[in-house]
T-cell receptor, first 112, second 111 residues
Framework: EDQVTQSPEALRLQEGESSSLNCSYT??????LFWYRQDPGKGPEFLFT???AGEEKEKERLKATLTKKESFLHITAPKPEDSATYLC?????????????FGKGTHLIIQP | NAGVTQTPKFQVLKTGQSMTLQCAQD?????MYWYRQDPGMGLRLIYY???????DKGEVPNGYNVSRLNKREFSLRLESAAPSQTSVYFC??????????FGSGTRLTVV
């Protein structure tokens, strides 16, 4: 069974304090790993897709990396507006249902 | 562009009532999806449609039906609502492997 585990469940940082969020996955064959941001009362907003181990992508203060077992979302010098829930999801190669399998998310709070 | 539009945004149903959640996308995407999001459970796939005219079950399809009306529209129907179906429902669409675009959600309460 495909599994996606995110840690920590919640993280509180001071403004400017860099950190990383973890997404570990167990799948039969990875087709893509996705990161989303979700603000309260809104739908998930796409951030990145990673396809192969060693791949990295950046957007403003965020950088996503991928290994064969996990992905990290690094946040550098965060600002209060980076506060949100960050979701990781995987798309599996072949067979079964299409769609993404999501982790439960990391709730990130950046304090001024 | 509106992206993915869901209606209604909020709904309260009594147990046993039926309703249809509507979803429309204007991005010419082939694939569309319905997810539910519950506290502590994450997003779970209910049904999906890989292309117009096809639908398939996801992880949690029991109690739901779907219709892919055309390429733009994908509806989710609850025939006899139960309290366990209280949730936030998200519709999404995608073109191949690019990031899925989600709607803003329908918050459903079944009493």
């Amino acid at each position: 069974e495909d599994q996606v585990t995110q840690s920590p469940e919640a993280l509180r940082l001071q403004e400017g304090e860099s950190s990383s969020l973890n997404c570990s996955y167990t799948v039969s064959g990875l087709r893509g790993l996705f990161w989303y941001r979700q603000d309260p009362g809104k739908g998930p907003e796409f951030l990145f897709t990673l396809y192969s181990a060693g791949e990295e992508k950046e957007k403003e203060r965020l950088k996503a990396t991928l290994t064969k077992k996990e992905s990290f979302l690094h946040i550098t010098a965060p600002k209060p507006e980076d506060s949100a829930t960050y979701l990781c999801a995987v798309q599996v190669s072949g067979g079964g249902a299409d769609g993404l399998t999501f982790g439960k998310g990391t709730h990130l709070i950046i304090q001024p | 562009n509106a992206g993915v539009t869901q209606t209604p945004k909020f709904q309260v149903l009594k147990t046993g009532q039926s309703m249809t959640l509507q979803c429309a996308q204007d991005m010419n995407h082939n694939s569309m999806y319905w997810y539910r999001q519950d506290p502590g459970m994450g997003l779970r796939l209910i049904y999906y449609s890989a292309s117009e005219g096809t639908t398939d079950k996801g992880e949690v399809p029991n109690g739901y039906n779907v219709s892919r009306l055309n390429k733009r529209e994908f509806s989710l129907r609850l025939e006899s609502a139960a309290p366990s179906q209280t949730s936030v429902y998200f519709c999404a669409s995608s073109a191949s492997d690019y990031g899925y675009t989600f709607g803003s959600g329908t918050r459903l309460t079944v009493v």
